[in-house]
């Protein structure tokens, strides 16, 4: 039986699914300090020049998120989801080595502590930045108790996005109303 073409195409990210795929672009922000840089590099190397020519296309995709202070009504389309998934997913091959530093049990409270700190510091300095702090999900994300389980999921999603498959396994998770 033949496959319809609506079938395949991929579907298009929820409100949910956008504020995710947001904040894991700003999670690559804190963990790299040229993470913006290497937004647009990254796309450049992939070629995604048509979708995102300059920078400010690529930071008016993410303005899609309801979270952010200055936000654009719609939805995105679904090859601009994705292709901002893969560089997602590139740029989280690259950070792989800092997300199991973060995530490694194995090592010191101490220094894990120390690592969690300075990433909490740098993403609450990003996120008071760019994202609405009357929305309740950014008060969650910058407090110090409730938002660490936050922080720690987006954290085990970039990791979860890295490597071979990484592409499918998180469009899968931010297209899930669930997670």
């Known amino acids: 039986m033949p496959v319809s073409s609506a079938a395949s195409a991929p579907a298009r990210l929820t409100r949910r699914g956008l504020e995710r795929l947001d904040l894991l672009l700003l999670c690559v922000e804190a963990l790299d300090l040229n993470g913006g840089e290497a937004m647009v590099w990254m796309s450049e ?41 893969r560089i997602l997913c590139a740029l989280a091959d690259r950070l792989y080595p800092m997300l199991r530093a973060l995530l490694a049990t194995a090592e010191p409270e101490e220094i894990r502590l120390q690592r969690w ?52 396994r998180l469009r899968a998770s931010l297209c899930d109303p669930a997670v």
């Open 45 to 85: 190397q992939m070629g995604f020049t048509g979708l995102f020519p300059n920078r400010v296309e690529l930071w008016k995709r993410r303005c899609y998120n309801p979270l952010r202070r200055t936000t654009r009504r719609g939805a995105l389309d679904p090859a601009e989801t994705d292709a901002l998934i």
């Open 117 to 168: 700190a300075l990433f909490q510091s740098r993403l609450s300095e990003l996120a008071r930045e760019r994202m609405n702090p009357r929305r309740v999900g950014v008060q969650t994300l910058l407090d110090p108790e409730r938002g660490a389980p936050l922080r720690r999921q987006l954290v085990q999603a970039l990791a979860f996005g890295s490597g071979t498959g990484g592409f499918e």
